[in-house]
C-alpha cells in the first residue's frame, strides 16, 4: 500500500515528538509521519504536499489549515467529552488508544485497499479448543500468544460466549469481533483501517476484543468467519493466529480443520474424561478424525500461582510448561 502522510500538529514539542516515534515504532500503519509545533508551518507544508490525514491541538485548528488542508482533519481536544462539530480525540490518553482512535475515523476516508501483505507464507493458525470448562483454555491460549509475540506478530482471537476479557484487562472496548464481521461483510474497502482501529495490545499480544453478546456469537455463520479469516490473511502480516474457540460458534469443526494445530486441555477426574469421548467419537463420526490427528492432549502440570497481570503471564511454571511445547512441536518459542 502507498505511503499516506500523517501530519502531528501540537505546541508541546515532547507530546507531537512521542507520538510521532509511536507511530514510527509501530511499523505496521500506511503513514510517513511528519511533526509540527507551528501551525503556520503545517499550513505552509499543507500546500506544498497532499496531507491525507492531519491530527492538531484544538487550539491550533485555524480556518486557514481547513482550506489548505485535502485530507481528514481531527482535532486534539483537552476535554474527554467531545464537544463542537467534527472529528476529535481526546489528548490525555495513551499513544495506542490515540492512534486507534485515528484509524477509526480515517476509515471511511482513507484509500481503498487494493494490495496483498507480502509473505513468505500464510498465517499459522493455532486452535485452541477443550469439550472440558474450567481447564484454563484461555489463560493458556494467552500465555502462548504472548510468547510466540515476543518474536513474531501474533493475533488473538476469543470466541467465548462470555470472555470476561473487557474487566479481566480492565479495558473499555468500543469495538468487537461483531463489527469486524460487519466490516468483512458489507465494507472490506474499509477494513484495514477498522481493523486498525479495532486491534488492541496486551504487553506484546495483539487481540481484536471478542464479541461481547452471546446472541450475535451464535448467529455469525460458518461462511463469515472464513471471508475473516482471509481478510486477516490478505490485510495483514500476522505470523500467527491463536484461537480460543467454543462450541457456542458455528462452524467449530471446520474452523478446527484449517487449524496447523490444535491444543485441548484435558483433565483425569470422571466427567472431564467422558465429555472428552463424548467429544471425540463424534469428531469420528462426522468424519473429521483428521482433526484429531493434528490435536495434542495437554494435561497442565500442578500450578501453584496463576498470574494476574500481563507484564506476569509469561513467567511461572504454565509459561515453562508452555515454551517447552512449543520447542517440542517446533514454533521456536
Known amino acids: 500500500m502507498k505511503q499516506q502522510i500523517l501530519a502531528v500538529c501540537d505546541r508541546e514539542a515532547a507530546y507531537t515528538e512521542r507520538f510521532c516515534d509511536y507511530v514510527r515504532k509501530k511499523g505496521d500503519y500506511p503513514f510517513t509521519v511528519a511533526a509540527f509545533t507551528s501551525v503556520e508551518k503545517l499550513e505552509a507544508y499543507c500546500r506544498k504536499e497532499k496531507v491525507d490525514v492531519i491530527l492538531v491541538?484544538?487550539?491550533?485548528?485555524?480556518?486557514?489549515?481547513?482550506?489548505?488542508?485535502?485530507?481528514?482533519?481531527?482535532?486534539?481536544?483537552?476535554?474527554?467529552?467531545?464537544?463542537?462539530?467534527?472529528?476529535?480525540?481526546?489528548?490525555?490518553?495513551?499513544c495506542e488508544a490515540i492512534l486507534r482512535e485515528l484509524m477509526r475515523h480515517y476509515a471511511g476516508h482513507g484509500p481503498q485497499t487494493t494490495g496483498k501483505v507480502k509473505r513468505c507464507c500464510g498465517i499459522r493458525m493455532i486452535g485452541m479448543y477443550s469439550p472440558v470448562h474450567r481447564c484454563m483454555q484461555t489463560t493458556f491460549a494467552i500465555t502462548m500468544g504472548e510468547i510466540l509475540a515476543k518474536e513474531h506478530k501474533t493475533l488473538y482471537l476469543n470466541f467465548e460466549s462470555f470472555s470476561g476479557l473487557e474487566k479481566r484487562f480492565d479495558r473499555e472496548f468500543m469495538t468487537d469481533m461483531s463489527d469486524l464481521i460487519y466490516y468483512v461483510t458489507n465494507a472490506r474497502e474499509a477494513l484495514f483501517y477498522k481493523l486498525k482501529g479495532m486491534t488492541e495490545t496486551i504487553g506484546n499480544l495483539d487481540y481484536i476484543p471478542p464479541a461481547f453478546s452471546c446472541m450475535d456469537l451464535a448467529r455469525i455463520v460458518p461462511e463469515q468467519w472464513m471471508a475473516m479469516f482471509r481478510e486477516l490473511e490478505y490485510h495483514t502480516d500476522y505470523?500467527?493466529?491463536?484461537?480460543?474457540l467454543s462450541e457456542n460458534m458455528q462452524g467449530l469443526f471446520d474452523i478446527l480443520r484449517m487449524c496447523e494445530r490444535i491444543y485441548t486441555l484435558v483433565r483425569d477426574d470422571n466427567m472431564a474424561q467422558s465429555k472428552l469421548y463424548q467429544y471425540e467419537k463424534l469428531l469420528?463420526?462426522?468424519?473429521?478424525?483428521?482433526?484429531?490427528?493434528?490435536?495434542?492432549?495437554?494435561?497442565?502440570?500442578?500450578?501453584?500461582?496463576?498470574?494476574?497481570?500481563?507484564?506476569?503471564?509469561?513467567?511461572?511454571?504454565?509459561?515453562?510448561?508452555?515454551?517447552?511445547?512449543?520447542?517440542?512441536?517446533?514454533?521456536?518459542?
Open 284 to 333: 469420528e463420526r462426522a468424519d473429521y478424525e483428521d482433526v484429531l490427528q493434528k490435536t495434542s492432549r495437554c494435561r497442565l502440570p500442578f500450578i501453584r500461582q496463576i498470574p494476574i497481570s500481563a507484564g506476569q503471564i509469561t513467567h511461572g511454571e504454565l509459561a515453562d510448561y508452555v515454551r517447552k511445547l512449543l520447542r517440542e512441536e517446533g514454533h521456536g518459542a
Open 57 to 94: 491541538s484544538e487550539t491550533m485548528d485555524t480556518p486557514v489549515l481547513r482550506q489548505v488542508a485535502a485530507g481528514t482533519v481531527i482535532v486534539l481536544r483537552g476535554e474527554p467529552e467531545e464537544t463542537g462539530e467534527g472529528e476529535s480525540i481526546y489528548r490525555y490518553q495513551s
Open 239 to 244: 505470523e500467527y493466529l491463536i484461537l480460543d
